[in-house]
């Protein structure tokens, strides 16, 4: 059976011709870690239990004096792999899914990435 023809890399002016959607150099730009690997792992599952229990309704939501139940721990500031922001409690506030989604879409999208 034939092979499709190569394509070329969806970096940014790269020559490169693949037959995924990235070459190999710069499939490591683009790749998506699991949750695991990100640090979502079972220590990570019981400190938001937790916290959810303490932290029961949308911060967010608080301040429209709506009362509707937390089901997110979102990252205040994006922890964007940074393993000690990740785990500090005091940039952790509770969201419903909706204000979650929300505030990642739009806040969280533009902030500056930190190394």
């Not at 150099?25 to 220590?43: F, I, P, Q, V």
């Not at 301040?63 to 979102?74: H, I, M, P």
């Not at 500031?77 to 909706?98: I, M, T, Y």
């Amino acid at each position: 059976m034939p092979r499709k023809p190569l394509k070329p890399c969806k970096h940014p002016n790269c020559p490169e011709l693949t037959d995924k959607r990235f070459c190999e150099e710069h499939r490591k730009l683009y790749e998506r870690k699991s949750a695991k690997e990100r640090g979502y792992d079972n220590r990570w599952r019981k400190a938001r239990e937790r916290f959810l229990k303490a932290n029961p309704l949308c911060v967010e939501c608080l301040k429209d004096d709506r009362l509707v139940e937390a089901t997110v721990v979102d990252h205040i500031v994006p922890h964007r792999g940074d393993k000690e922001l990740f785990r500090d409690e005091s940039n952790w506030q509770a969201l419903c899914k909706s204000c979650h989604d929300r505030k990642t879409m739009t806040t969280d999208r533009y902030q500056e990435f930190r190394y």
